[in-house]
């Protein structure tokens, strides 16, 4: 039975987090182009999308935010606060909250009555269609209609017809499905579910962004109708790595072999490797930022036409250099086909790590063409090939891209977490993201004695 008293425990959240099927679900593409997230009541944006404000808002794309109802439900009765005093104060609340996530984004409070959403239904519409305007619209970001919360069915309902008749995507959030429903229930949409990585900025920003919002999460006074709404297991379901969205659509398939073979027939050099100065600069910086000097043996996963592997090769006793496609295999040869310490397979990744023991492991450029559960896949086998002083760099592309099941960042996030190495190096801009991992974490300055 659905039951919203937030103040109960509800379901363990490490009976969620426990379930196989998380680590199949495919990463959510982040939407490009204006985005309205829409909350039933003042908190429900932070809980189930405040990891999406705050990626947006790091991206340049802040995303705006309406709230549809003005949240004086929360404590019937209290000793402390009246309704319309609740009013100001959750009015406050939502938008410092707002503030830590995404603070350039547009809050538009509608003030509708706290549970009288279905009541009030038409004129909501009315009024949501109209904060959202005219402007071209990406996607609307909604409470999930099937959430067994009245107000959160009527609202995502609402968006969910918005949605449609603009053309853009909706993504759902589910709230209560986490108190109520359990990872064997019926109702919950596995095959629609897409999960959006977060990192260590975007948790913290969270987690500060849900203080803010103290009437739901502390007691106002010691008296019973005072406790605080929403129970602090049930709080903890909003506190992962990764937030949960629901699509209906269907995520895109990674490519296969033939696409990769495809690109290079229309083009020895498809992605311009050879010519561009952002990839000469990429090389550089990825070769520089390497820990050691020299490496025993190296693995390059994704090696293209060889440019890279041109380079690593003057860093590795041996080096393995792998593609899926058989004319950057032909290429990459060609290119280092002097170097005796150098072979170069035909390779494709998702039938597991080639042969050898590495103390250097790259990926560039490949990762963010795997689906999340391959990726884990991948970095869970590159476990067993890693020496016991080993290395794994990782360099990609930020920015999204229709062939790509994830961003860059993202990429990084399930690596990082699948590795389970420890960080040893980053690097950024607007267009890349490193990221170097070792099982033996010293610094170089450490290794070389400079520092204790």
């Given amino acids: 039975m659905v039951t919203f008293d937030g103040r109960a425990a509800g379901t363990q959240p490490a009976t969620w987090e426990g379930d196989e099927r998380w680590a199949e679900l495919p990463v959510l593409r982040l939407p490009v182009g204006r985005v309205v997230v829409v909350a039933a009541h003042p908190d429900d944006e932070t809980l189930g999308a405040g990891g999406l404000l705050h990626e947006l808002a790091a991206a340049g794309r802040p995303a705006d935010v309406v709230v549809v109802t003005d949240g004086a439900a929360s404590h019937p009765g209290s000793a402390t606060l009246a309704p319309d005093d609740l009013v100001r104060v959750r009015r406050d609340e939502v938008l410092r909250a707002v503030a830590v996530l995404s603070p350039d984004s547009v ?27 005219s402007q071209p619209l990406a996607a609307v970001v909604a409470p999930w209609r099937g959430d067994g919360h009245r107000d959160h069915r009527v609202t995502g309902e609402v968006c969910a017809q918005i949605a449609t008749e603009r053309g853009a995507r909706l993504l759902e959030y589910p709230i209560w499905m986490w108190h109520w429903a359990h990872p064997d229930d019926p109702a919950t949409p596995w095959q629609q579910m897409r999960v959006l990585p977060l990192g260590d900025r975007g948790v913290n920003r969270k987690r500060r962004a849900t203080t ?94 060889g440019l890279l592997t041109a380079r690593l090769a003057e860093r590795c006793d041996q080096l393995t250099a792998t593609d899926v496609a058989a004319s950057a295999v032909e290429q990459a040869g060609a290119r280092v086909g002097s170097d005796a310490g150098v072979r170069v397979l035909r390779h494709d990744v998702r039938t597991g790590v080639p042969d050898g023991s590495f103390d250097l492991v790259v990926l560039s450029e490949v990762s963010y063409y795997l689906s999340r559960s391959e990726l884990t896949r991948l970095a869970d086998g590159l476990h067993d090939h890693l020496s016991t002083d080993a290395v794994v760099l990782a360099c990609h592309w930020r920015h999204p891209v229709a062939e790509h099941t994830m961003r860059g960042d993202d990429a990084h996030r399930v690596l990082a977490e699948a590795l389970g190495m420890s960080g040893v190096a980053h690097y950024e801009d607007a267009d890349v993201v490193i990221d170097v991992w070792r099982t033996r974490p010293a610094s170089v300055a450490q290794r070389e004695g400079l520092v204790p």
């Fill in 107 to 133: 809050v538009t409070l509608l003030d509708f009555p706290d549970s009288q959403v279905r009541e009030h239904r038409e004129q909501i519409a009315v009024a949501l269609a109209a904060a959202i305007g």
């Fill in 212 to 305: 803010e919002h103290a009437t739901q999460t502390e007691p106002l006074s010691d008296a019973p109708q005072d406790l605080a709404p929403l129970h602090q297991r049930f709080l903890r379901h909003f506190e992962r790595a990764t937030e949960v969205f629901i699509e209906e659509t269907e995520p895109p398939a990674p490519p296969a072999a033939e696409f990769f073979d495809a690109a290079y027939a229309r083009r020895d050099d498809p992605w311009r490797l050879g010519s561009r100065w952002y990839e000469e600069r990429k090389r550089d910086l990825t070769m520089a930022i390497l820990p050691e000097r020299r490496y025993t043996a190296g693995l390059e996963i994704g090696c293209s036409v």
